[in-house]
């Protein structure tokens, strides 16, 4: 009942910014919360920012806390991840999540994702 697309992924240099998009569709009502996570070769699927729709708190993830912002614009049902002084180690295809509940940093309590976007940061 909820598809989430993300868009928004490329290379860019270390240093750089970049913005990834999260366009819901479907019974986006149901949505309590709103995450991201990114998964790089060899390594399991780690937890990024979370936003909870209702109060628009938000959470992070340490290794990225100061130069990530994860905000949502609820007209147009889309989530934003905007990532600023991007390092080689950000270098994973980024994931987008939805949850009925107020799931944070637990990628099981997620109830949809989306396909992944690519990020690659150069050194």
């Known amino acids: 009942q909820v598809q989430l697309v993300e868009s928004g992924g490329g290379l860019v240099q270390a240093g750089g910014s970049l913005r990834l998009s999260c366009a819901a569709s479907?019974?986006?009502?149901?949505?309590?919360?709103m995450g991201w996570f990114r998964q790089a070769p060899d390594k399991g699927r780690e937890f990024v920012a979370a936003?909870?729709?209702?109060?628009?708190?938000?959470y992070y993830a340490d290794s990225v806390k100061g130069r990530f912002t994860i905000s949502g614009d609820n007209a147009k049902n889309t989530v934003y991840l905007q990532m600023n002084s991007l390092k080689p180690e950000d270098t994973a295809v980024y994931y987008c999540?939805?949850?009925?509940?107020?799931?944070?940093?637990?990628?099981?309590?997620?109830?949809?994702w989306g396909q992944g976007t690519q990020v690659t940061v150069s050194s």
């Open positions: 479907g019974r986006t009502f149901s949505m309590y919360t």
């Open positions: 936003i909870w729709w209702s109060s628009s708190n938000t």
């Open positions: 999540a939805g949850s009925v509940i107020a799931a944070v940093t637990q990628s099981g309590a997620y109830d949809y």
